[in-house]
Every structure is written in C-alpha cells, then in structure tokens.
C-alpha cells in the first residue's frame, strides 16, 4: 500500500473520509464522482470507495501511483475505518518519513 493512502485509514466514518479522499484524489486531475459505501466483516468497519476522474489519463495515474484497482467502470478502494476498541483515538495523519 502507498503511503499516501495510509493516511486514509482509521477514520471515525464516511463523513470525515469523504473530504480527504477527495483532496487526496483530487491531485490526479478532477474528481467526476466519488461514492462512499459504509461495510463490516467480523468486527471490522470499512469503507468501499468508488470514483471516477475525468480522464481515462488521470484515472490511471491515480491506478499505478496509489495502487488503486478498478471494479467495472470504477475506481475502487477500500479504506479501514475506526472500530469500537480503536474510536477513542483521534485520527491522526501519516508523517512523512
């Protein structure tokens, strides 16, 4: 996994991930649609994010530089959200290293 898609993780929900995932996104050209899905398996919550640029240019861009695969016509990630035992602490941003 990329480093700049580290710091998507552990976000409290949907709401708070949408506007970084946009921002991060955003710097591969401009975002046409971006579709957040809430999902958990075996106490794990994460989130289904589906999106378009664009271009076909800027999409695969975002693919080979944040390893992001693509589901029919879609973009898709999936982003790991806070659970329960891990929501007392603030979501804090990956440092550059």
């Known amino acids: 996994m990329h480093h700049e898609f580290d710091q998507l993780k552990n976000f409290a929900d949907i709401s708070a991930l949408k506007p970084a995932l946009h921002t991060l996104c955003s710097r591969y050209g401009s975002v046409a649609r971006l579709d957040i899905l809430a999902a958990s ?23 080979s530089e944040l390893g992001v695969g693509r589901f ?12 329960p035992t891990n929501m007392g602490h603030p979501q804090q941003m990956a440092q550059p290293s």
Do not use: N, W, Y
Not at 72 to 83: H, K, R, S, Y
């Open 72 to 83: 029919g016509g879609d973009l898709v990630m999936i982003v790991d959200l806070q659970t």
């Open 41 to 63: 398996q075996a106490g794990k919550r994460q989130a289904l994010c589906f999106l378009r640029m664009d271009s076909a240019e800027q999409e695969h861009q975002l693919m």
